[in-house]
């Protein structure tokens, strides 16, 4: 299983930003997806996940009310709206696959497939 991140970059305060995940091997739309980030000298913090309908979402409270989780239907893809983004933000966000289908952790160990990070840099 090959997963895929994209969208990061250097952006400024008060930005938005749209990263993606797709799996590019193996058939993983039926199962929870979720992202985690981990900024310098930090553990790995969940951010947001969601289940294999795409109706069902979690949030951590640093992503509470700025970002937004989404996928299609069953899909190997998904992506997370970033709004009002702020130097606290910054780090590498990780895609992550769990082998279940509705039931979401914030528990990284319990995630099965990891994309390989995609860094987001926010500037004051």
């Known amino acids: 299983v090959q997963l895929q991140a994209s969208g990061g970059g250097l952006v400024q305060a008060g930005d938005s930003v749209t990263l993606s995940c797709t799996a590019t091997t193996g058939n993983l739309g039926s199962y929870v997806m979720s992202w985690f980030r981990q900024a310098p000298g930090k553990e790995r913090e969940f951010v947001a996940a969601v289940d294999w309908t795409g109706e069902k979402t979690l949030y951590g409270d640093s992503a509470q009310d700025r970002f937004t989780i989404s996928r299609p239907y069953a899909k190997n893809t998904m992506s997370l709206h970033m709004t009002r983004l702020t130097p606290e933000d910054t780090g590498v966000y990780y895609c992550?696959?769990?082998?279940?289908?509705?039931?979401?952790?914030?528990?990284?160990?319990?995630?099965?497939?990891w994309g390989q990070g995609t860094v987001v840099t926010v500037s004051s």
């Open positions: 992550a696959w769990r082998r279940v289908r509705v039931l979401l952790s914030t528990n990284p160990e319990e995630y099965h497939y």
